[in-house]
């Protein structure tokens, strides 16, 4: 199966919601979500979907969390 595929299947079995740019659309929130905004902290999980090697490189390279965030590195042996 390649990404195509597999983001598709997520997308059809309702796992996560379509792609959206949080620059131009904003966070897919509920409204309760919304709300804690205002008087909290909520927590949003988001996935950035990479267009190439280089710009998930670029990416890590820019942004400490993505690269913590992937936790200890799997052993294919």
Not at 24 to 44: R, Y
Not at 46 to 55: F, N
């Amino acid at each position: 199966m390649d990404f195509d595929e597999w983001a598709a299947l997520g997308l059809e079995r309702g796992w996560v919601g379509p792609a959206v740019c949080y620059t131009h659309d904003g966070l897919p929130l509920t409204g309760d979500e919304e709300d804690e905004f205002d008087e909290g902290d909520p927590c949003v999980h988001i996935l950035r979907l990479y267009e190439s090697p280089e710009m998930k490189q670029a990416v890590e390279e820019n942004h400490a969390a993505s690269v913590w965030r992937q936790g200890p590195k799997r052993s294919d042996a």
